[in-house]
């Protein structure tokens, strides 16, 4: 499997300069490339109307990043008007093609059913008031650690980076990205062996139930309180967006104030984010299997509890869960959205109906049974046993080549 290793880089006010060259290069190439395919797809669109068919044929061979390249880069280099597209590695600005090119198919893929998910947008063309920016710089481009434990990025020099920990093998890429707050970082891509980094088994499994009032109720019983991080933040952001929407637009003291704004709020997801990871690492270190349930969190945004859903972040949280149980050797099953969770009594399995959102304790309407339940506790004792059915459930039968579809 493959991981990527983040690390903070610090580039000095000469290599900030060389690296705004080069994310510049890379914005040209892009949007260069999007203006020769945006009108061959438009011309396609037309042509597949059976009144508008040639004698050459009904579609326009739109050019790929091979053809790209040549015309784009190599020949673009020799003109005056892009002359400047030397400042840049040739491996940065081929894979901005790369990127174009998987930014298409899975346009097309969406459209056609292909690919899962909603439905994705056609690439548009990058601004230069983007604020955050990304070059990824592949193997071709030679760059190298340095014995003094520098990274040396071409056309860039030898940036320093503050290692929290060692790469566990040679990176086939790195990616030096610039964020909305101004600061660097540097990705590595890695090449990982699950069996190698599997831990050994233990005995023991979890359920989670994910909420708002608490982040979390496991089915032990283990109640992890909700940070609320973005709340706790809110009057200094409301402070530093009061400041910048006083500024003049297009002055250098609106840009400083639209800096501090993203540096609140990436102080804001950085917290959340450690929080995630300290808690998906402790539970799947602690448990052979971990049961969550599938939340459809991208409709509950749309209510009247948003900003407590986004400050949540239960799906950077679950796919932090996933990745660390794949690279752990653990298990991770997602209880289907349609699970009554918190209508069935965990102590003899009855079903008791739907109960309104205030209802935070609730006693089993079953005459022999009676039971007491915190909602938030039997929710998680339930996802933790349909998860242990759907582990143990037998395994159907394939059916052979000549087996009927009926």
């Known amino acids: 499997m493959q991981l990527r290793f983040q690390y903070r880089a610090y580039l000095t006010p000469g290599q900030c300069i060389s690296a705004a060259r080069v994310f510049g290069c890379k ?3 892009w949007n260069d490339a999007l203006s020769l395919q945006k009108p061959r797809k438009a011309a396609n669109k037309c042509l597949g109307n059976p009144r508008h068919r040639t004698a050459e044929g009904p579609y326009l061979q739109i050019p ?3 053809e790209l390249g040549k015309l784009l880069i190599t020949s673009a280099k020799k003109s005056s008007e892009r002359a400047f597209l030397t400042d840049a590695p040739v491996g940065v600005l081929q894979q901005a093609l790369r990127d174009l090119d998987k930014a ?5 893929d969406s459209k056609s059913g292909k690919r899962k998910g909603g439905r994705v947008e056609p690439p548009r063309a990058k601004s230069r008031k983007d604020n955050r920016q990304t070059a990824r710089f592949t193997v071709s481009d030679h760059f190298k650690i340095t014995k003094d434990g520098r990274l040396r990025l071409p056309k860039i020099g030898n940036v320093r980076v503050k290692w929290s920990r060692d790469l566990p093998s040679a990176p086939s890429s790195v990616t030096l990205i610039k964020d909305r ?3 660097y970082w540097v990705s590595f891509v890695i090449e990982s062996d699950p069996v190698a980094d599997a831990l050994p088994t233990v005995d023991g499994d979890q359920g989670i139930d994910l909420g708002l009032s608490r982040f979390a109720v496991l089915a032990d019983g283990t109640h992890i309180a909700s940070p609320k991080y973005l709340r706790r933040a809110e009057k200094k952001l409301k402070r530093r967006q009061r400041e910048l929407s006083r500024k003049k637009k297009g002055s250098s003291n609106r840009d400083k104030a639209r800096m501090k704004v993203a540096r609140a709020h990436a102080a804001v997801a950085d917290a959340r984010r450690n929080f995630h990871h300290q808690w998906s690492h402790k539970l799947t270190g602690e448990n052979q299997a971990v049961f969550v349930e599938t939340l459809n ?3 509950m945004a749309r209510g009247r509890l948003a900003k407590s859903v986004h400050d949540a972040g239960w799906g950077q949280f679950v796919s932090f869960l996933a990745y660390k149980a794949t690279r752990r050797g653990r298990q991770i099953v997602k209880i289907a959205r349609d699970f009554p969770s918190s209508q069935i ?8 109906g739907p109960k309104p959102l205030h209802v935070r304790t609730w006693a089993c309407s079953r005459p022999k049974c009676r039971a007491q339940h915190d909602r938030d506790w039997n929710a998680g004792k339930n996802v933790r046993n349909e998860g242990r059915r759907i582990l143990t459930a037998p395994t159907p039968p394939t059916p052979g080549p000549g087996a009927s579809r009926r």
């Not at 009594?345 to 008791?352: E, K, V």
């Open 27 to 29: 914005r040209v190439v």
């Open 64 to 66: 790929k990043a091979a």
């Open 104 to 108: 298409w198919k899975a346009h097309e």
């Open 181 to 183: 707050s101004g600061r």
């Open 297 to 299: 969190v991208r409709g």
């Open 345 to 352: 009594c965990s102590a003899c399995g009855h079903r008791d």
